[in-house]
């Protein structure tokens, strides 16, 4: 197993974050909030740079290109499902695959012209008519429950492939608000001095570098995982899901205290990123529905790998 992704999916990664940062950067989230129909021009840059073509069912370079793009888009908190339309499956006629829970399917995917499909954890795939929305314009618009045509039970191998994606995409959005606090505390001075002398300043970005540098290792080995086709990979790409999660809650619980109560303004970058973190964090399901999902499906005996010590004891 390799413990990096290849040069040439880092460079992608990198050639996508510089073309969505040409296309606008911090000022797609904020269009995509006022008017979410213009979520379709990322779509149309990621187009002309070949993102749609790739095929990460195909073996391990596209693969880790597929990963390099989800979380160079993630650093911009590129409101556009992104993860989804990779994942879709050849044999559906669909341009977009996301995993759904059984109680409320939904998915961030309103007001694009998309042929929505969906599988659930146990393979049950379906086809999706997004619900319009009755709320105001806003992130709340972004998401949309969805109306399911029962297809076929021939997707087992589908969910972890989107699971494994979208939290590439979030890692892109963990690395961003840490790189954006960093700065922050360079910067801002309290008592006469930058708030990255504190000791105590100090102690809590260490603790959130490490959660976020926990998943990424993680993130490899899951990527890993869906390449070589384990057997348990549904496990490890649940295993992922739940660890990202930990992590995303402390590295924007840290971040927005660092920042104070500017990291809760409009003005602020931080603010944004985190809003647009919160559909990934939630769907299919969030911190707790993962912990449960996890815990079922591995009962009792952990994990002898990498994963070990995640999920239950």
């Not at 012209?113 to 618009?141: I, N, Q, W, Y």
Request: hydrophobic residues 45%; negative net charge; aromatic residues 6%.
């Amino acid at each position: 197993m390799r413990t990096e992704l290849s040069e040439s999916a880092l460079e992608y990664g990198q050639v996508v974050r510089q073309a969505l940062q040409s296309a606008g950067g911090d000022a797609l989230a904020q269009a995509a909030n006022a008017d979410p129909v213009r979520r379709a021009e990322i779509a149309t840059v990621l187009g002309g740079l070949g993102t749609w073509e790739l095929d990460p069912r195909s073996g391990p370079d596209e693969l880790e290109a597929a990963a390099a793009a989800c979380r160079g888009a993630g650093w911009w908190a590129a409101p556009y499902p992104i993860a989804e339309r990779l994942s879709r499956p050849a044999g559906l006629s669909v341009d977009a695959l996301v995993v759904v829970s059984e109680t409320r399917p939904a998915a961030a995917a309103a007001c694009l012209e998309l042929r929505l499909g969906t599988v659930g954890l146990d393979g049950r795939r379906s086809l999706a008519t997004a619900k319009p929305s009755a709320g105001p314009v806003g992130l709340a618009t972004l998401v949309t429950d969805l109306d399911l045509i029962p297809v076929d039970h021939a997707g087992g191998g589908d969910a972890p492939l989107y699971l494994v994606l979208g939290c590439w995409t979030l890692l892109g959005m963990l690395d961003r608000a840490m790189a954006l606090t960093r700065k922050y505390v360079l910067w801002r001075e309290q008592f006469g001095r930058a708030l990255a002398s504190f000791q105590g300043v100090q102690f809590q970005l260490t603790d959130a570098e490490v959660e976020r540098a926990g998943a990424e290792e993680l993130a490899k080995y899951a990527l890993w995982s869906v390449q070589t086709r384990r057997v348990d990979v549904l496990a490890d790409a649940l295993a992922l899901r739940l660890a990202t999660l930990e992590a995303a809650d402390v590295v924007f619980r840290v971040t927005h205290q660092l920042h104070g109560a500017i990291g809760f303004c409009d003005e602020t970058t931080l603010s944004w990123l985190s809003r647009h973190s919160q559909p990934l964090r939630r769907l299919p399901f969030g911190l707790s529905a993962t912990r449960d999902l996890l815990t079922q499906r591995l009962g009792r005996h952990g994990r002898a790998e990498l994963f070990n010590g995640v999920g239950p004891s």
